[in-house]
């Protein structure tokens, strides 16, 4: 089975720091773009970041440019998000996904989430 599992989260103040992290296992790592997003409450998920296959392209939202940043490492088939200067608005769930499809305009894979709590 596919299973991608994240981790990192916490509690932070305002201006701190955070690592997020996305193990990947049951399919081709490598093969496949990836993405985090987040879902505030009340608030649609929205996509973060995204990272090509092997790394050559990414994306951030305007609200994340200069703070993140999105790595993979495809010989240990992990995706990270390296979070810093957090500010309140970035409070979140966090979630990991694998392999974008254009033909269902969605990932084929998601993970379950891991909690970003940024406080002032």
């Known amino acids: 089975q596919v299973h991608l599992v994240e981790s990192g989260g916490g509690s932070v103040q305002a201006g701190g720091s955070l690592k997020l992290s996305c193990a990947a296992s049951?399919?081709?790592?490598?093969?496949?773009?990836m993405g985090w997003y987040r879902q505030a409450p009340g608030r649609e998920r929205e996509l973060v970041s995204s990272?090509?296959?092997?790394?050559?392209?990414?994306y951030y939202r305007d609200s994340v440019k200069a703070r993140f940043t999105i790595s993979r490492d495809n010989a240990n088939n992990i995706l990270y998000l390296q979070m810093n200067n957090l500010r309140t608005d970035d409070t979140a769930i966090y979630y990991c996904?694998?392999?974008?499809?254009?033909?269902?305009?969605?990932?084929?894979?998601w993970g379950r989430g891991t909690q970003v709590t940024v406080s002032s």
């Open positions: 990272i090509g296959d092997s790394g050559e392209s990414t």
């Open positions: 049951g399919y081709s790592f490598s093969s496949c773009n």
């Open positions: 996904a694998a392999c974008y499809r254009i033909n269902i305009d969605d990932y084929l894979y």
